[in-house]
């Protein structure tokens, strides 16, 4: 599966345009049904980890060790379905140097795949790494004006994180003795390391997720990068931080996480409502979004370090809700961008009048990342929030004037966009949307809303790891007693009904 | 005849030395079979290599090892003199008729680094490493109606002086104060007794001697102007084979004959190997010619493998001779796309812009290219990756973690300048084209390289770590 796209990445390389999207497209789809074959074979009761491959490369230290888990599925998932979506956002979008973007495409996929699938310390750092190169590529050569700023931004902030994981995970495997990730979830390493480890891997999971302080480098790049570029990094490569956290941070180092989960709050509190102002001030489509894209990362962040299942559930639905809602968001900017060749808010106006079709899902878009009851949205943060409050009310406190200030920012931005008049006479001219965009939008609609309506389907596969990971913060971590947690699980519900309430009022 | 086998390999260079430069002589100017018979007798050395016995021991009085340590080194640096000598083909047919000598001198300075790896006492070190330098020294200044390469030769003539008086200065003191020059009469001084300021006096100029050759900071002035001026094969050359000598030298001299000292040389080596790290990588922002680039990237890249050395032991052996390996074909394979940047009239150029838009006139040029700088960086999933955290491996084990923590940070700050040559390449709208060269040798030899830092190179490291750990055994 991580091979497939590599060779289709080269044979890119080596034909003209028209082909190379020809061939990128068959090889996204052809993965994109291999994961569904994934999906179908794997067995949520079975073991914890299926379709391993483990092979020797580099001595004691380097393993090709290949496998997944119902969390890894998900998120593998969610890359196979999002690639050919991507591929298809630029079949027009894109004139220039076809062939290479193309392979850089399918470069990237190979490694988000190979990312949540390793295994193996050192090979997930590879991976993990490996995607600077195509992306640092894509926004550079295809992106916008300011896209060589951009672009070493990107990299350099990510790669500055990451380097201090690398540390961490060398002194990690010089005192487990193994690099090998299932051994390691379960090993007990002493709490005063723990504290060191755990703060080297915030640093690189932080910057990738992006957490506030250090999300300076997303804005950026996501309004530089082409469209598919933006779709990819919104819903695929910031959930690399997300994984992280529930892969290492909290199974490898429960002691610290247990006692750091004041910063992560913290942090992401400060996330959210700061961002979330930001994001009302924008001027520009593609930054709001993107500000949105920290603000609800911050819910993940929330409900991961909650230490309890709806966090944890919820930051896992989040992520994946997220990765389709931000991604389907980014693609409505790009179909009006590719009309008006501009991204300023104060451009457009009154597309409901002559652009229906888009105005609908659009609005359907928008609803979701608010986080409207029979939306995917609304499940994550729902849970995510009750997870919180379980744990911090704060956290809850804030978590919810992030939500208030979502919708605030999101509907701003759709009626500024749909309703009213239009301010220019080309916003007037442009078309409703051609059947390419519809074939596009139309089925992460309807995951989106399937998700909403009926997430069992999705948490079904993760629901086992969610627990293998719970009874190792549990049993390690006597949170119990740094929590000032209530405890009264019906006093919880009563909580969390009352924001479910406040919610559908929007 | 027996006491000869196990410098079999210097044997046949020298030999082949001798009647290449009588055959230049007499050979129809401008014909390529100096080149390839010089090439033929590194190749042929690199098999001698393996049939001489490897535990034979020190020999000529202790003053020379053709151990596992020496045969690695060795074989680095045999093909990486093959390689500067297939580089020279086409390069000075064209441009300069005295090619003959050019094979002669890199064979004659590929016995001095190979004795220099083998030296287990400080005259046979010293022997090797002035044999390397004299014939560095000449190639430096090859193209001697050149102004930058004259001037490159000079400056590398005085300041290489300057070097091997302050080595010389080291060599005496720790004689003086050991009353050994063999490497083990001095470990064996060092363990026996207190560590006077005499010995340390001695410890600190033979090191920085050997860190002239290494071209670590503080020591590194001269690798600009050189790398610069001379004729790019001769740069490639000087980035690889004798420079990773010197490195295997110094590794060898604190190891071995420094070993009960470490705690004094390890400060030393700490403060050279950040030092090289940090002005590697910020020197190297206002570069606008290629070759001084690499010469900044090359004294950044030796910092790494100096950390390798700080965490001393075996572990630290092996990752510098790792480094090693995989730093000298990243450089070889940069160098061969620096060869290709030439002008419409076949003249070569240097400047970093000439190189823009690359990506869109020579594809798969840029492409190698951008590949041997993302392995130079150290970005995975290319090769060069894994040499960098074998060091930070070596510096973790041996409990320096700050070392390997500022080491790690440091590479960040490095990768904006290959970033840099990246973006040129690829983002850059192209202003001209090159020449295309057909040298077939070459471009088999660049894919080679590519394909090596490519992530297909991580197959290589359970046999280059299989040789690296036989290597390192010694110590």
């Given at each position: 599966?991580?091979?497939?796209?590599?060779?289709?990445?080269?044979?890119?390389?080596?034909?003209?345009?028209?082909?190379?999207?020809?061939?990128?497209?068959?090889?996204?789809?052809?993965?994109?049904?291999?994961?569904?074959?994934?999906?179908?074979?794997?067995?949520?009761?079975?073991?914890?980890?299926?379709?391993?491959?483990?092979?020797?490369?580099?001595?004691?230290?380097?393993?090709?060790?290949?496998?997944?888990?119902?969390?890894?599925?998900?998120?593998?998932?969610?890359?196979?379905?999002?690639?050919?979506?991507?591929?298809?956002?630029?079949?027009?979008?894109?004139?220039?140097?076809?062939?290479?973007?193309?392979?850089?495409?399918?470069?990237?996929?190979?490694?988000?795949?190979?990312?949540?699938?390793?295994?193996?310390?050192?090979?997930?750092?590879?991976?993990?790494?490996?995607?600077?190169?195509?992306?640092?590529?894509?926004?550079?050569?295809?992106?916008?004006?300011?896209?060589?700023?951009?672009?070493?931004?990107?990299?350099?902030?990510?790669?500055?994180?990451?380097?201090?994981?690398?540390?961490?995970?060398?002194?990690?495997?010089?005192?487990?003795?193994?690099?090998?990730?299932?051994?390691?979830?379960?090993?007990?390493?002493?709490?005063?390391?723990?504290?060191?480890?755990?703060?080297?891997?915030?640093?690189?999971?932080?910057?990738?997720?992006?957490?506030?302080?250090?999300?300076?480098?997303?804005?950026?790049?996501?309004?530089?990068?082409?469209?598919?570029?933006?779709?990819?990094?919104?819903?695929?490569?910031?959930?690399?931080?997300?994984?992280?956290?529930?892969?290492?941070?909290?199974?490898?180092?429960?002691?610290?996480?247990?006692?750091?989960?004041?910063?992560?709050?913290?942090?992401?509190?400060?996330?959210?409502?700061?961002?979330?102002?930001?994001?009302?001030?924008?001027?520009?489509?593609?930054?709001?979004?993107?500000?949105?894209?920290?603000?609800?990362?911050?819910?993940?962040?929330?409900?991961?370090?909650?230490?309890?299942?709806?966090?944890?559930?919820?930051?896992?639905?989040?992520?994946l809700s997220h990765g389709l809602v931000s991604g389907a968001l980014f693609l409505c900017v790009g179909v009006i961008y590719d009309r008006m060749h501009t991204r300023e808010i104060a451009k457009y106006g009154g597309l409901a009048n002559n652009m229906p079709g888009y105005?609908?899902?659009?609005?359907?878009?928008?609803?979701?990342?608010?986080?409207?009851?029979?939306?995917?949205?609304?499940?994550?943060?729902?849970?995510?929030?009750?997870?919180?409050?379980?744990?911090?009310?704060?956290?809850?406190?804030?978590?919810?004037?992030?939500?208030?200030?979502?919708?605030?920012?999101?509907?701003?931005?759709?009626?500024?966009?749909?309703?009213?008049?239009?301010?220019?006479?080309?916003?007037?001219?442009?078309?409703?949307?051609?059947?390419?965009?519809?074939?596009?939008?139309?089925?992460?609609?309807?995951?989106?809303?399937?998700?909403?309506?009926?997430?069992?389907?999705?948490?079904?596969?993760?629901?086992?790891?969610?627990?293998?990971v719970l009874a190792r913060v549990e049993r390690t971590a006597p949170a119990g007693d740094s929590r000032p947690t209530r405890g009264n699980p019906a006093l919880a519900t009563a909580a969390a009904t009352e924001h479910g309430g406040g919610e559908a009022a929007h | 005849m027996?006491?000869?086998?196990?410098?079999?390999?210097?044997?046949?260079?020298?030999?082949?030395?001798?009647?290449?430069?009588?055959?230049?002589?007499?050979?129809?100017?401008?014909?390529?079979?100096?080149?390839?018979?010089?090439?033929?007798?590194?190749?042929?050395?690199?098999?001698?290599?393996?049939?001489?016995?490897?535990?034979?021991?020190?020999?000529?009085?202790?003053?020379?090892?053709?151990?596992?340590?020496?045969?690695?080194?060795?074989?680095?640096?045999?093909?990486?003199?093959?390689?500067?000598?297939?580089?020279?083909?086409?390069?000075?047919?064209?441009?300069?008729?005295?090619?003959?000598?050019?094979?002669?001198?890199?064979?004659?300075?590929?016995?001095?680094?190979?004795?220099?790896?083998?030296?287990?006492?400080?005259?046979?070190?010293?022997?090797?490493?002035?044999?390397?330098?004299?014939?560095?020294?000449?190639?430096?200044?090859?193209?001697?109606?050149?102004?930058?390469?004259?001037?490159?030769?000079?400056?590398?003539?005085?300041?290489?002086?300057?070097?091997?008086?302050?080595?010389?200065?080291?060599?005496?003191?720790?004689?003086?104060?050991?009353?050994?020059?063999?490497?083990?009469?001095?470990?064996?001084?060092?363990?026996?007794?207190?560590?006077?300021?005499?010995?340390?006096?001695?410890?600190?100029?033979?090191?920085?001697?050997?860190?002239?050759?290494?071209?670590?900071?503080?020591?590194?002035?001269?690798?600009?102007?050189?790398?610069?001026?001379?004729?790019?094969?001769?740069?490639?050359?000087?980035?690889?084979?004798?420079?990773?000598?010197?490195?295997?030298?110094?590794?060898?001299?604190?190891?071995?004959?420094?070993?009960?000292?470490?705690?004094?040389?390890?400060?030393?080596?700490?403060?050279?190997?950040?030092?090289?790290?940090?002005?590697?990588?910020?020197?190297?922002?206002?570069?606008?010619?290629?070759?001084?680039?690499?010469?900044?990237?090359?004294?950044?890249?030796?910092?790494?493998?100096?950390?390798?050395?700080?965490?001393?032991?075996?572990?630290?052996?092996?990752?510098?001779?790792?480094?090693?390996?995989?730093?000298?074909?990243?450089?070889?394979?940069?160098?061969?796309?620096?060869?290709?940047?030439?002008?419409?009239?076949?003249?070569?150029?240097?400047?970093?812009?000439?190189?823009?838009?690359?990506?869109?006139?020579?594809?798969?040029?840029?492409?190698?290219?951008?590949?041997?700088?993302?392995?130079?960086?150290?970005?995975?999933?290319?090769?060069?990756?894994?040499?960098?955290?074998?060091?930070?491996?070596?510096?973790?084990?041996?409990?320096?973690?700050?070392?390997?923590?500022?080491?790690?940070?440091?590479?960040?700050?490095?990768?904006?300048?290959?970033?840099?040559?990246?973006?040129?390449?690829?983002?850059?709208?192209?202003?001209?084209?090159?020449?295309?060269?057909?040298?077939?040798?070459?471009?088999?030899?660049?894919?080679?390289?590519?394909?090596?830092?490519?992530?297909?190179?991580?197959?290589?490291?359970?046999?280059?770590?299989?040789?690296?750990?036989?290597?390192?055994?010694?110590?």
């Open positions: 599966m991580i091979f497939l796209p590599l060779f289709a990445a080269l044979a890119c390389l080596f034909v003209r345009a028209e082909a190379a999207r020809w061939i990128a497209l068959g090889a996204t789809l052809a993965l994109f049904v291999l994961g569904l074959v994934l999906w179908a074979g794997y067995d949520p009761a079975g073991a914890q980890w299926q379709f391993v491959e483990r092979v020797s490369v580099g001595g004691r230290y380097l393993n090709w060790a290949l496998g997944i888990d119902g969390i890894a599925l998900m998120l593998i998932m969610l890359s196979v379905f999002l690639m050919p979506i991507c591929i298809g956002a630029s079949w027009r979008a894109i004139e220039r140097r076809v062939p290479e973007y193309m392979a850089a495409f399918l470069l990237m996929e190979a490694l988000m795949i190979g990312v949540f699938a390793a295994q193996d310390l050192l090979l997930f750092y590879i991976f993990f790494e490996g995607g600077l190169i195509p992306m640092y590529l894509i926004i550079g050569i295809w992106g916008g004006v300011e896209r060589i700023k951009a672009s070493y931004k990107f990299f350099l902030y990510t790669l500055l994180g990451s380097v201090l994981m690398l540390v961490a995970m060398l002194v990690m495997i010089a005192t487990s003795g193994t690099g090998d990730i299932p051994t390691l979830m379960a090993y007990d390493f002493a709490p005063g390391l723990q504290y060191w480890l755990w703060l080297a891997f915030f640093a690189s999971f932080a910057v990738k997720m992006p957490m506030w302080p250090v999300h300076t480098w997303l804005p950026d790049a996501h309004v530089q990068a082409p469209t598919a570029g933006s779709v990819i990094l919104a819903g695929v490569l910031l959930k690399m931080g997300g994984y992280g956290f529930i892969r290492f941070s909290l199974p490898m180092f429960p002691e610290a996480s247990a006692q750091l989960w004041p910063l992560v709050f913290i942090l992401s509190s400060i996330a959210i409502v700061y961002t979330s102002l930001v994001a009302l001030v924008q001027a520009d489509m593609k930054k709001l979004i993107a500000y949105s894209s920290v603000a609800h990362m911050a819910f993940v962040t929330f409900g991961l370090f909650a230490f309890n299942r709806q966090g944890i559930e919820g930051a896992l639905i989040v992520m105005a609908v899902l659009f609005l359907l878009f928008t609803m979701a990342a608010v986080g409207l009851p029979g939306t995917s949205g609304f499940v994550g943060e729902f849970l995510a929030m009750m997870g919180t409050y379980a744990l911090s009310t704060w956290g809850a406190i804030f978590a919810t004037t992030g939500i208030i200030l979502g919708a605030a920012y999101m509907l701003y931005l759709y009626w500024r966009i749909s309703y009213g008049e239009a301010r220019t006479a080309d916003a007037k001219a442009m078309t409703d949307l051609t059947s390419r965009e519809w074939l596009l939008l139309a089925p992460i609609a309807a995951v989106v809303l399937w998700m909403g309506i009926y997430p069992e389907s999705f948490m079904a596969p993760m629901r086992a790891d969610v627990g293998r | 027996g006491n000869l086998a196990p410098i079999l390999p210097e044997v046949i260079l020298g030999i082949a030395a001798i009647f290449l430069m009588l055959f230049a002589a007499f050979a129809r100017r401008g014909s390529s079979a100096t080149h390839w018979l010089a090439v033929l007798a590194l190749l042929g050395a690199c098999v001698a290599l393996a049939g001489a016995p490897q535990e034979s021991g020190r020999i000529f009085g202790g003053m020379f090892a053709a151990d596992g340590f020496a045969a690695f080194g060795k074989l680095i640096i045999f093909l990486s003199a093959a390689v500067a000598v297939i580089m020279a083909h086409g390069w000075f047919d064209r441009e300069f008729e005295h090619s003959g000598e050019y094979p002669v001198l890199i064979l004659l300075s590929a016995i001095g680094a190979s004795v220099m790896v083998s030296a287990t006492d400080l005259m046979m070190l010293y022997i090797g490493l002035e044999l390397q330098s004299l014939s560095a020294y000449v190639l430096a200044s090859y193209r001697r109606h050149d102004a930058r390469s004259a001037e490159a030769g000079l400056k590398y003539f005085v300041l290489g002086g300057l070097a091997s008086g302050i080595l010389l200065y080291g060599i005496s003191l720790l004689y003086g104060f050991t009353g050994a020059t063999s490497f083990t009469g001095i470990s064996a001084a060092f363990a026996g007794g207190s560590i006077g300021f005499g010995l340390i006096a001695g410890l600190a100029f033979t090191l920085a001697g050997i860190a002239f050759k290494i071209a670590a900071v503080p020591f590194h002035m001269w690798t600009p102007d050189v790398y610069e001026g001379a004729p790019t094969p001769v740069t490639a050359f000087f980035a690889s084979g004798p420079k990773i000598a010197a490195v295997l030298l110094g590794t060898r001299v604190c190891l071995d004959a420094l070993g009960p000292a470490t705690d004094q040389w390890r400060q030393i080596v700490i403060f050279a190997a950040l030092a090289s790290i940090v002005l590697g990588a910020v020197a190297a922002y206002g570069q606008t010619n290629i070759k001084r680039l690499l010469a900044y990237s090359s004294i950044n890249n030796v910092g790494f493998a100096l950390v390798g050395l700080a965490a001393g032991g075996q572990g630290g052996a092996q990752a510098v001779l790792f480094y090693s390996a995989v730093y000298v074909v990243m450089t070889l394979g940069a160098f061969l796309c620096v060869l290709r940047m030439r002008d419409a009239d076949g003249r070569p150029m240097e400047s970093l812009s000439s190189l823009s838009g690359l990506s869109q006139t020579q594809p798969l040029l840029a492409l190698a290219l951008a590949m041997f700088m993302f392995s130079l960086a150290g970005i995975p999933p290319l090769f060069g990756f894994w040499p960098k955290l074998m060091v930070f491996n070596a510096a973790v084990d041996a409990g320096l973690l700050p070392l390997a923590i500022a080491a790690a940070v440091l590479t960040v700050v490095g990768a904006y300048y290959y970033l840099k040559i990246v973006k040129i390449m690829y983002f850059d709208e192209p202003t001209g084209a090159f020449q295309r060269v057909r040298e077939p040798v070459q471009t088999a030899l660049i894919v080679a390289c590519a394909l090596f830092v490519s992530p297909l190179g991580y197959l290589l490291i359970n046999p280059i770590g299989r040789l690296a750990a036989n290597a390192a055994s010694i110590f």
